[in-house]
């Protein structure tokens, strides 16, 4: 059985950081690209950053470049996604997904997911 946990959300002040992290089970992680999306209350799901599974590539949505970098730790089945300068509209619950061959930007094209973790950001 697949999981995805996330952790490291939490409450932080406009231009504070905090480190989310996924860890991965019950898949090959190292044949996984792995995402990361959010969701703001009343919004859309957007996608916020993804790393391809040789972990050499990644991009990013332009509202965080710049400010949040991904990665990952293949020997932990763990990505990360860290978050700095944050803004009040990073404000979201924050989502690990994990796809063979996403479309990465692309919601619906991930397999798995997690359950998320809520960053809250005050001004």
């Known amino acids: 059985q697949v999981q995805l946990v996330e952790s490291g959300g939490g409450l932080v002040q406009a231009g504070g950081s905090l480190r989310l992290s996924c860890v991965a089970s019950g898949l090959t992680f190292s044949g996984y690209t792995m995402g990361w999306f959010r969701q703001a209350p009343g919004k859309d799901s957007e996608f916020v950053a993804t790393?391809?599974?040789?972990?050499?590539?990644?991009y990013y949505a332009d509202s965080v470049k710049g400010r949040f970098t991904i990665s990952r730790d293949s020997p932990k089945n763990t990505v990360y996604l860290q978050m700095n300068s944050l803004k009040p509209e990073d404000t979201a619950v924050y989502y690990c997904a994990a796809g063979l061959r996403p479309a990465y930007r692309e919601i619906g094209t991930y397999d798995y997911w997690g359950r998320g973790t809520q960053v809250t950001v005050s001004s």
């Open positions: 790393i391809l599974r040789s972990g050499g590539s990644t």
